[in-house]
């Protein structure tokens, strides 16, 4: 089984993650539980990081890497056993939320591990998926008609997605959900304290990555457009240029560039904004 590589970075609460050109990854940021303990990892083809909103200061803490051979590898906090991949098999994406993992098998169907308090494991039903998002307390899943599923915690809407159509790519913030339609234009749905849902005007995007309050899109010329919220200077990035893919963590935005390169604005108490010298980061099939 071939998987073809997509996620090549990403960005959790406190930490940074990027796929090398052969398979191996490196890490920057907080590694209080091991969650950058990654060096010994290879054959590669995706990552996730888990993360979690501002007020929050556990449980955030875990990295997920997707094999060349559908198995997959965690390392981090575990207390909601949100790391016990090791029996997964058969797995072509996979993605970290708050406490919890998930996992899209070739045949379409979604395993999960962790936390699972407000039903955002509760996918074994969810069938034809290509794609899943992890939130904070609730996963999206995409299904091959374009059409998304939810499961999880619904307080401000963002789990109502079921009426998107012609979606291409899902992502899931703290309590905010963003869609991809293949005209190039997004949606969102969920808490909009922040603006981070005032997306309806973008147009000829690529690829989408919700943080906690803050949403990030990638144009078709390699800009970059930001919306929501800004106090550590994330969404500042309409200079940025050449970029293949975004990723947004709880505070900060990473963009990887067309030459392997990566770069990195907001909020780096932990050092996860630190990627100025990571130079043979693999670039992603869209």
Same mark, same amino acid.
């Given at each position: ?64 890497g997707l094999r060349s051979d +559908?198995? /997959?590898? %965690?390392? @981090?906090? =575990? !207390?909601?056993? #949100?790391? &016990?991949? $090791?029996?997964?098999?058969? *797995? ?91 005209? +190039?234009? /997004?949606? %969102?749905? @969920?808490? =909009? !304290?922040?603006? #981070?849902? &005032?997306? $309806?005007?973008?147009?000829? *995007? ?56 990566v770069i990195a604005v907001g ?20």
């Amino acid at each position: 089984m071939k998987v073809r590589p997509k996620d090549t970075i990403a960005a959790g609460h406190r930490h940074t993650v990027g796929l090398r050109l052969d398979g191996r990854v490196t890490a920057v940021g907080d590694n209080t539980y091991g969650q950058c303990d990654i060096s010994e990892w290879s054959n590669m083809v995706a990552v996730a990081a888990g993360n979690v909103h501002m007020a929050a200061n556990t449980g955030n803490a875990h990295t997920v890497g997707l094999r060349s051979d +559908g198995t /997959v590898a %965690a390392v @981090g906090w =575990n !207390k909601h056993e #949100q790391c &016990e991949v $090791s029996g997964w098999s058969d *797995i072509v994406a996979v993605a970290a939320g708050w406490r919890f993992t998930v996992g899209v098998r070739s045949d379409g169907t979604v395993v999960a591990a962790g936390r699972n308090n407000e039903g955002q494991c509760e996918i074994s039903s969810w069938r034809d998926m290509v794609a899943v998002a992890a939130g904070d307390w609730h996963t999206i899943g995409l299904r091959l008609d374009g059409t998304v599923a939810a499961a999880g915690n619904n307080r401000y809407g963002q789990s109502k997605v079921n009426d998107w159509r012609g979606i291409v790519a899902a992502s899931a913030g703290y309590l905010h959900s963003v869609g991809l339609q293949s005209d +190039g234009t /997004v949606v %969102a749905t @969920g808490l =909009n !304290k922040y603006e #981070q849902c &005032e997306v $309806s005007g973008w147009h000829g *995007i690529i690829a989408i990555a919700a943080g906690s309050n803050h949403t990030i899109g990638l144009k078709s010329d390699g800009t970059v457009v930001a919306a929501g919220w800004n106090a550590y200077g994330q969404c500042e990035v309409t200079t940025w240029s050449d970029i293949v893919a975004v990723a947004a963590g709880c505070a900060y935005t990473v963009g990887l560039q067309s030459d392997g390169t990566v770069i990195a604005v907001g909020d780096n108490d932990y050092g996860q904004c630190d990627v100025s010298n990571w130079s043979d980061i693999m670039l992603p099939e869209l």
